[in-house]
């Protein structure tokens, strides 16, 4: 079965200092990545998505970047925080055509 | 106006009662998503549809695609349905399917 894994659930982090944040998946191949992002009190919104190793699509222009190093392996990236940045930052897979979506369990994000 | 509108923004139930849960979009879709968001979070996709009608356990997921126009249903609402439910739509011809969210429902369902 596919599975999804995200860490950390939650992290504290002073303005100006580096973020990663990971993503992995089990159980399927060449997947579509997305990393989301729900800011307080505001809906969801999609920051980055991959439809294959190498390939970065950014919907929003913002401090952050992402990369695929691997097939099933999805990490966002931020040189120097904001206190913008603060939010619940998802991650969630999809088989193009297939079974849907699926969503990591999310990381909560403060900026301090 | 966003892509994805969803109605209402709060609802407040009885446990027992029906639930409505309504989303139109403006854009043409492959697949609309219902998601259902716990207080901690964590989203969990609870359908996928692109044409009738899906049914799992007390929930029902209506779409018409002419129309526009998805429905959420929850028969006999409990308060573990309390939580946010949104609707998300993905874009057609789009090979990254990327979701257009609406802003979402939070229903609470009371004792």
């Known amino acids: 079965s596919q599975t999804i894994h995200q860490w950390p659930a939650t992290l504290v982090q002073p303005v100006g200092s580096p973020l990663s944040l990971e993503c992995t998946v089990e159980g399927t191949s060449n997947p579509n990545l997305y990393w989301y992002r729900q800011a307080a009190g505001r809906g969801l919104q999609l920051l980055f998505y991959s439809v294959g190793i190498g390939q970065i699509s950014s919907e929003v222009p913002q401090n952050l970047s992402a990369s695929r190093p691997q097939d099933r392996q999805f990490i966002l990236s931020s040189k120097k925080l904001l206190l913008s940045d603060s939010g619940f930052y998802l991650c969630?897979?999809?088989?193009?055509?297939?079974?849907?979506?699926?969503f990591g369990s999310g990381t909560r994000l403060t900026v301090v | 106006k966003n892509e994805v509108e969803q109605s209402p923004q709060n609802l407040t139930a009885q446990e027992g009662e029906f639930i409505t849960i309504n989303c139109s979009y403006s854009v043409g879709i492959s697949a609309l998503h219902w998601l259902q968001q716990h207080p901690g979070g964590g989203i969990v996709s609870l359908f996928m549809l692109s044409s009738g009608k899906k049914k799992h356990g007390r929930l029902i997921a209506t779409i018409n695609i002419q129309e526009k126009h998805s429905s959420l249903h929850i028969t006999a609402s409990h308060p573990r349905d309390s939580a946010v439910y949104i609707c998300?739509?993905?874009?057609?011809?789009?090979?990254?399917?990327?979701?257009?969210f609406g802003k979402g429902t939070k229903l609470t369902v009371n004792p």
């Open positions: 998300a739509a993905v874009s057609e011809p789009d090979r990254s399917e990327k979701l257009v």
């Open positions: 969630a897979w999809s088989d193009y055509g297939g079974r849907g979506y699926t």
